[in-house]
């Protein structure tokens, strides 16, 4: 039963939608940089969607326009980030484009002249990133997202899923900046919710065995941040989870494809969408600083429905009319 298609799976007609513009008339090729976290196969369709809408700007790759792409370790292992983004500098290209808060908060650490534009960034105020959402000010802008908050609506999900709801382990990566906000957030929410709350932390590939021996010795339902390093380890998670019945929500619908019980996020083709349109203006002459720094209003909601019935649920029927796809 799927209420609604989900985005990624009509990416055809997402960019098909007609965009009113004029061609980019200028001769100059401009030089973009990309700094990106998350492993390339998670990734791709989504830059698919920021090329395309670059296209209809009135980009022509290799005319008016080259990228220039740095990814993080195929293990989304963070040390190498800073490094990269130093080779993008010394390229001197125009732009950088960066996605999660990791490669931004690297990016800004190494330039504080070149425009950078973030997207997928979780919360940049709470992060330090910018002051000001209305107003960033230096280099840096973009579109993010309420990462903390978002932490707590899984929460939430998961109690309005299982009423007798009374513990659950955070899957989490103290490395990213935005987690700790995220997690207090949970645990805030838990506080009401009469939940108790565990950790399971992995900063480094190292970190993954004893993690998942964590979940399959646990007796906690999992709320599963998504960060490079554990978007990696998802498909393992939710293997974990599954086989020893533990109910499990992730931030990438992907995984709930793969087989956890949910997925609660931003929607990720709106976000990339909109960096394409702050890359354009800020190469038209914007000044980033000036620029307001966008917050996701569109999210996207998953339910397994295969999976609850493995792990003995029934999925609310108030659930079931929000999520964007059901998978039978």
Do not use: C
Not at 224 to 245: F, G, P, Y
Request: no cysteine; aromatic share 6%.
């Amino acid at each position: 039963m799927e209420r609604r298609r989900f985005l990624l799976t009509s990416l055809a007609g997402v960019l098909a939608a007609p965009l009113v513009v004029e061609a980019q008339q200028s001769s100059t090729l401009y030089r973009v940089g990309l700094l990106i976290a998350t492993p390339e196969a998670f990734v791709a369709p989504y830059i698919e969607i920021f090329r395309q809408t670059l296209r209809g700007l009135g980009y022509v790759e290799r005319q008016n326009i080259a990228f220039e792409w740095r990814y993080a370790d195929a293990d989304g292992n963070y040390d190498r980030l800073r490094a990269l983004a130093a080779e993008l500098i010394q390229l001197k290209v125009d732009l950088l484009v960066t996605e999660t808060t990791p490669p931004t908060r690297a990016a800004t650490e190494v330039t504080r002249t070149i425009p950078i534009v973030m997207t997928v960034t979780g919360d940049p105020v709470a992060v330090g990133l910018v002051t000001n959402l209305a107003r960033p000010g230096g280099n840096l802008t973009g579109a993010s997202f309420f990462f903390p908050d978002f932490g707590a609506k899984r929460l939430q999900l998961l109690k309005e899923t299982i009423p007798r709801l009374t513990r659950v382990a955070i899957v989490w990566n103290p490395r990213n900046a935005v987690h700790g906000p995220t997690v207090k957030s949970i645990e805030k929410m838990a506080e009401t919710l009469g939940i108790a709350v565990e950790h399971i932390k992995i900063q480094v590939p190292a970190d993954v065995g004893d993690a998942l021996v964590q979940i399959r010795n646990g007796r906690s339902a999992l709320v599963v941040l998504e960060d490079a390093m554990i978007n990696v380890w998802s498909t393992q998670i939710a293997d974990v989870a599954v086989k020893h019945r533990l109910p499990a929500i992730f931030g990438l619908a992907a995984f709930a494809e793969a087989g956890g019980l949910m997925a609660y996020a931003p929607n990720r083709i709106e976000l990339w969408r909109r960096a394409a349109i702050f890359v354009d203006k800020i190469l038209r002459g914007a000044n980033p600083g000036e620029l307001p720094v966008e917050q996701s209003v569109r999210f996207d909601m998953v339910i397994n429905l295969k999976t609850a019935k493995t792990l003995g649920l029934t999925i609310p029927l108030s659930l079931l009319l929000q999520a964007d796809q059901v998978i039978e």
